[in-house]
T-cell receptor, first 111, second 116 residues
Framework: QKEVEQNSGPLSVPEGAIASLNCTYS??????FFWYRQYSGKSPELIMS????GDKEDGRFTAQLNKASQYVSLLIRDSQPSDSATYLC???????????FGKGTTLSVSS | EPEVTQTPSHQVTQMGQEVILRCVPI?????FYWYRQILGQKVEFLVS????????KSEIFDDQFSVERPDGSNFTLKIRSTKLEDSAMYFC??????????????FGPGTRLTVT
């Protein structure tokens, strides 16, 4: 049974700082990882996907994957108050047909 | 930008009643999913659907639940004999492909189901 673990937070950063969100996973064969943002009472919104070791950048967001350490992270540069949300880490199940989510990390960006 | 839509946004029902939650996936997507999120808990997979049949289901998705694609655009989740513990947000999602690393799932806005 795959597990995805996240620190629930809250993680508090000042506006303009770098927010670092971390995720570990239990199944060494996992290949695909996704970061979703979820505002309170809303649905998950896909931010980034990453499949290869290393970094992947998209605007202010950088996803980092280290398969040897079974570790995925999301960096948010120049954090804005509008980034305040819960960030969900997810991976695929064995068949690749379902997402397995972590509990999410709550980020609070203060102005 | 294409998006997944869901109706209703909020459904209140009495225990023991049947509810149908509706979803319109993104038009060129072939795989459809239902997830649920009980308040304060993680998002949980219920079922995936492809080519008019269930491709995978979780332990949660027992005989109380069923899914259907009644026409070319809608995808529905039926919950029979609802229980208090079925109260949750139900999300529909869709993806172009599945089973390969590069697929991505896009979520609808959700239906909040309240069972009283």
């Amino acid at each position: 049974q795959k597990e995805v673990e996240q620190n629930s937070g809250p993680l508090s950063v000042p506006e303009g700082a770098i927010a670092s969100l971390n995720c570990t996973y239990s199944d060494r064969v996992s290949q695909s990882f996704f970061w979703y943002r979820q505002y309170s009472g809303k649905s998950p919104e896909l931010i980034m996907s990453i499949y290869s070791n290393g970094d992947k950048e998209d605007g202010r967001f950088t996803a980092q994957l280290n398969k040897a350490s079974q570790y995925v992270s999301l960096l948010i540069r120049d954090s804005q108050p509008s980034d305040s949300a819960t960030y969900l880490c997810a991976t695929l199940n064995q068949a690749g047909t379902a997402l397995i989510f972590g509990k999410g990390t709550t980020l609070s960006v203060s102005s | 930008e294409p998006e997944v839509t869901q109706t209703p946004s909020h459904q209140v029902t009495q225990m023991g009643q049947e509810v149908i939650l509706r979803c319109v996936p993104i038009s060129n997507h072939l795989y459809f999913y239902w997830y649920r999120q009980i308040l304060g808990q993680k998002v949980e997979f219920l079922v995936s659907f492809y080519n008019n049949e269930i491709s995978e289901k979780s332990e949660i998705f027992d005989d109380q639940f069923s899914v259907e694609r009644p026409d070319g655009s809608n995808f529905t989740l039926k919950i029979r004999s609802t229980k208090l513990e079925d109260s949750a947000m139900y999300f529909c999602a869709s993806s172009e492909v599945a089973g390969v690393p590069s697929y991505e799932q896009y979520f609808g806005p959700g239906t909040r189901l309240t069972v009283t």
